[in-house]
């Protein structure tokens, strides 16, 4: 299975999926102004078991998640809002609507800085309060009295991203706090001079060891030796 981000040219699947499982459905145009707008949010779940016989064959989309950010949020701050996921039934309990919306949720974070997150859904569907309640740990915030066409009321629903934020920052300093293998050269190999540095700024320093040295600089040494010779 392989969930990517949503194209254009996947709009015609991702509304057959839609039509199939959900009463709420959209014109391709919708689809498409999210794809446009915010390219980064939308996902798709592709079951490549099914090998394509020539290179037009159609992916076969078992699953996707609808996303894009609030232009004019009332509480003026930045979030995200999921406007549709599904899963067609014959690829359920096998986790992709979790899979899909995590990628979008952490879409939302590092490339729109959202806090958090809001979506809508009908007070009779179970199964999707289960899963955004139980397994992804929304929140319901109030119900929304009427809030589908056919006179059903919604709950609105949150979750605070600010989890996938500490992710990003953790990953980060793992970074930042990489080892070289051997031991320490040039000036950091010095005793005494290396640790002083250390206990200051508290952070392990990464240094150029064996071929990590520049051409230039090997070339540089060779002529001081034979300079001192």
């Given at each position: 299975m392989d969930i990517r981000v949503l194209r254009p040219s996947d709009i015609?699947?991702?509304?057959?999926?839609?039509?199939?499982?959900?009463?709420?459905?959209?014109?391709?145009?919708?689809?498409l102004y999210?794809?446009?707008?915010?390219?980064?949010l939308s996902y798709v779940a592709v079951d490549s078991s099914r090998p394509q016989k020539t290179p037009y064959d159609p992916p076969r989309i078992v699953g996707y998640v609808l996303a894009k950010m609030e232009e004019d949020p009332p509480d003026g701050v930045q979030h995200g809002h999921i406007t549709s996921l599904s899963v067609m039934r014959t690829h359920r309990r096998l986790g992709l609507a979790e899979k899909l919306m995590k990628?979008?949720?952490?879409?939302?974070?590092?490339?729109?800085?959202?806090?958090?997150?809001?979506l809508h859904v009908r007070m009779?569907?179970?199964?999707?309060?289960?899963?955004?309640?139980?397994?992804?740990?929304?929140?319901?915030?109030?119900?929304?009295?009427?809030?589908?066409?056919?006179g059903e009321d919604a709950y609105s629903m949150k979750m605070d991203l600010g989890f996938i934020r500490?992710?990003?920052?953790?990953?980060?300093?793992?970074?930042?706090?990489?080892?070289?293998?051997?031991?320490?050269?040039?000036?950091?190999?010095?005793k005494g001079e290396g640790e002083a540095e250390k206990k200051k700024s508290g952070k392990k320093?990464?240094?150029?060891?064996?071929?990590?040295?520049?051409?230039?600089?090997?070339?540089?040494?060779n002529e001081a030796k034979e300079a001192v010779v």
């Open positions: 015609p699947h991702v509304q057959t999926a839609n039509i199939t499982n959900l009463p709420e459905n959209y014109f391709c145009k919708y689809y999210h794809a446009l707008s915010w390219p980064q990628q979008s949720q952490r879409a939302m974070v590092e490339t729109f800085g959202a806090q958090y997150v809001s009779s569907n179970v199964a999707a309060l289960r899963l955004y309640r139980d397994t992804l740990g929304f929140k319901i915030e109030k119900v929304e009295a009427k809030y589908y066409a056919d500490e992710q990003a920052l953790d990953a980060e300093d793992e970074e930042e706090e990489v080892l070289d293998e051997g031991e320490e050269v040039g000036d950091a190999g010095k320093r990464k240094v150029k060891v064996g071929r990590g040295l520049g051409v230039g600089d090997l070339v540089e040494r």
